[in-house]
């Protein structure tokens, strides 16, 4: 029968201390993030059609997809080296498996572990009574199970491991390192999935670039609907919306610093262009659903009227003067 070391075989030095400490932050990072990955890629292919969680937003999903690769991407070989290390110190000193402050962390580790396998198995349960157990859930829960359960077995199988005589040979065994080559080959396939889905970086900056020109476009739409409603026309030129008491400033394109197009079409109408590196996406636009917005909105009002195509890209604006009454208007009534 293995006993276990013998308390105090080992004192604990501050690299001992730190280094465990580290290696379990980092997993526990490593983790978090991996979910993320998980859950924005399932937002990303499955959409929820009523737009409840938050998801419907393809380009936010994009961006939490990158923040999670960018952690992934550091915390996981980060915890891999740390625990490379820790295995190394075992090694050469057994009785540093016996440390409290490795038992506590790991204890610790296999009781988060538990409780969230237990948590995802009764909200999967709670929400097969209430008829709502969606492809979507399943999937989620599915990735909360595998990463708590793969955790869970590798440090309960490693407190049975160290719990021999000191003097036995620490080899790990076949299947436990092909059980690690399969978790790492996962995690890397995971990320690599991410840039297919959230796009290269070089597409990101083109993307953010898109974003900021209709930001601009935005902005300078409703200039233009206040410079009409104080003035009861149209400006002829953009410049002449510049107005240093509010700190108006016409914008200009982001990557260029060409001037966006501009044309008066009619009494009450106007266009304006812009160039763009990408067309919108054609999920942020159609594939899901649009939430009601009561007017007024705010500086984000025609948010969904911005679809465009690669390259100039014109949008045509039509004032409703019962709508966006001028000023001298207002006034009378009042």
Not at 28 to 34: E, I, K, L, P
Not at 38 to 54: K, M
Not at 228 to 243: A, F, I, M, T, Y
């Amino acid at each position: 029968m293995n006993q276990p070391l013998a308390p105090g075989a080992a004192k604990v030095t501050p690299k001992d201390f730190f280094l465990h400490l580290f290696a379990i932050v980092m997993l526990y990072a490593a983790a978090a993030n991996v979910l993320v990955l998980a859950f924005q890629y399932v937002n990303a292919l499955i959409p929820d059609q009523l737009g409840f969680d938050g998801d419907f937003y393809l380009p936010g999903v994009h961006d939490r997809i990158r923040g999670a690769l960018a952690a992934v991407i550091i915390t996981f070989p980060a915890y891999f080296a740390a625990s490379f290390a820790l295995q190394k110190t075992y090694r050469a000193e057994p009785a540093k498996a016996g440390l409290r402050v490795r038992k506590w962390l790991t204890y610790f580790t296999l009781f988060v572990a538990a409780v969230v396998i237990v948590g995802d198995l009764v909200a999967l349960l709670n929400r097969f009574l209430e008829g709502d157990l969606t492809a979507k859930f399943i999937l989620k829960t599915t990735s909360v199970f595998l990463v708590a359960a793969v955790i869970f077995a590798y440090y309960l199988w490693e407190i049975k491991f160290y719990r021999v005589p000191e003097d036995t040979p620490r080899r790990f065994p076949r299947n436990i390192l092909i059980f690690i080559g399969t978790v790492s080959t996962s995690v890397v396939a995971l990320v690599v999935a991410g840039f297919f889905i959230a796009g290269s970086p070089k597409e990101a900056r083109l993307l953010r670039f898109d974003d900021r020109r209709i930001q601009d476009l935005q902005s300078t739409q409703s200039w233009i609907i206040d410079y009409w409603k104080n003035k009861s026309r149209l400006p002829e030129k953009l410049d002449d919306l510049r107005d240093d008491i509010q700190g108006i400033r016409v914008p200009v394109d982001p990557a260029t610093g060409a001037s966006y197009t501009y044309e008066v079409t009619g009494p009450l109408s106007f266009t304006l262009c812009a160039e763009f590196a990408r067309p919108s996406s054609a999920d942020a636009q159609g594939r899901y659903p649009k939430m009601a917005t009561p007017y007024p909105v705010g500086q984000y009002y025609g948010e969904e009227t911005w679809a465009h195509e690669a390259g100039k890209s014109c949008f045509r604006r039509t004032i409703d003067p019962e709508v966006y009454k001028p000023q001298r208007e207002m006034e009378n009534i009042k």
